[in-house]
């Protein structure tokens, strides 16, 4: 991170994942509303495990990036072997990508071994990616001042939400507003870092008495005067409560699109027609009793009298 791509490539990692669940567990949910259960991943029909596999390659790259990529002499350490100050941003980061490399690959295998607790394992394994996420961001070693500091929180924010419900569906999985909120967080995650990378690191997008400097061998924005960094922060506060609008409405109509889509048909019948074809049926049968009760009357009646009778 600390560029723009640092941000966009693993915040477009986020959007998809966070879209594909959301997807599935209304349409999961839409099918099976009274045996739904929300599972921690989601296997495709042509690869299973199609989705761990991207994160697991979603991951390397980003350690590949931060750690031997991005760094001036392709390594992240001093020549004695120690770690540089300006390179400790990059191993925090690299340590998040870690977290979910391990989390995609041991479900695949606890997948693979089939065991009993394979469920509550891998949500608690998402758990503690999502936990680490949230421990070095907020815990990092760079100095998140002003807007992008601002930027930073507000993210938390949205990995606190992950981490909570993610906590949450181990004992809940039958909830589908726990999945379905679970989800969105992870979308907006990926939405909200792919802003950050274009807000912070496009000249054109900087607030109005902000600039940006170079430090540490990358670029972060500084304010001009206290009054600056003020209305920086309110603007992303309101860009945030903007976002939250728009990402609300779509989730919203992406339920209803989708529920619409494979949701159980429901049949309706007019009350008029109802009333008329019951009043029918009750004529009907009065009718048919009637018909019955003079038929059996004059089959008792030709018993009582006796035969010379009936003659004349």
């Known amino acids: 991170m600390g560029t723009l791509v640092g941000h966009v490539a693993p915040g477009f990692g986020f959007l998809l994942i966070g879209l594909w669940h959301l997807f599935s567990h209304i349409k999961l949910h839409a099918l099976n509303p009274k045996s739904y259960k929300g599972p921690a991943w989601f296997p495709t029909a042509k690869f299973r495990y199609l989705e761990l596999v991207l994160i697991m390659v979603g991951s390397t790259a980003s350690v590949a990036m931060e750690l031997f ?3 001036d002499r392709h390594q992240p350490l001093d020549p004695d072997g120690t770690i540089p100050s300006n390179h400790l941003h990059n191993f925090e980061h690299s340590s998040i990508s870690l977290t979910f490399f391990l989390y995609a690959a041991s479900s695949i295998v606890l997948d693979r071994a089939q065991v009993q607790a394979q469920f509550v394992l891998t949500q608690f394994l998402g758990a503690v990616a999502f936990a680490q996420q949230l421990l070095l961001f907020h815990l990092h070693s760079a100095d998140h001042m002003g807007p992008e500091g601002q930027y930073h929180l507000l ?3 949205l990995v606190f939400v992950s981490l909570s419900t993610t906590i949450i569906a181990i004992g809940f999985p039958e909830s589908f507003i726990v999945n379905f909120v679970r989800s969105l967080s992870i979308f907006f995650q990926g939405l909200w870092l ?4 274009f807000m912070l690191w496009t000249p054109s997008l900087i607030p109005k008495g902000c600039y940006m400097n170079e430090e540490e061998g990358h670029m ?6 206290h009054e600056a960094v003020h209305r920086a922060n309110s603007l992303v506060n309101i860009e945030f409560s903007w976002f939250i609008i728009g990402v609300t409405l779509f989730a919203v109509s992406l339920y209803l699109v989708l529920v619409k889509v494979y949701g159980e048909k429901v049949q309706y019948f007019s009350l008029g027609n109802e009333d008329e074809e019951s009043n029918y049926d009750v004529e009907s049968q009065k009718g048919g009793a009637f018909e019955n009760n003079n038929s059996k009357s004059f089959i008792h009646v030709g018993k009582i009298f006796p035969q010379s009778h009936m003659e004349r």
């Open 155 to 157: 993210l938390q924010l």
């Open 69 to 71: 990529i991005g760094p």
């Open 194 to 197: 792919i802003v950050m990378g």
């Open 220 to 225: 972060v924005v500084r304010c001009s005067s």
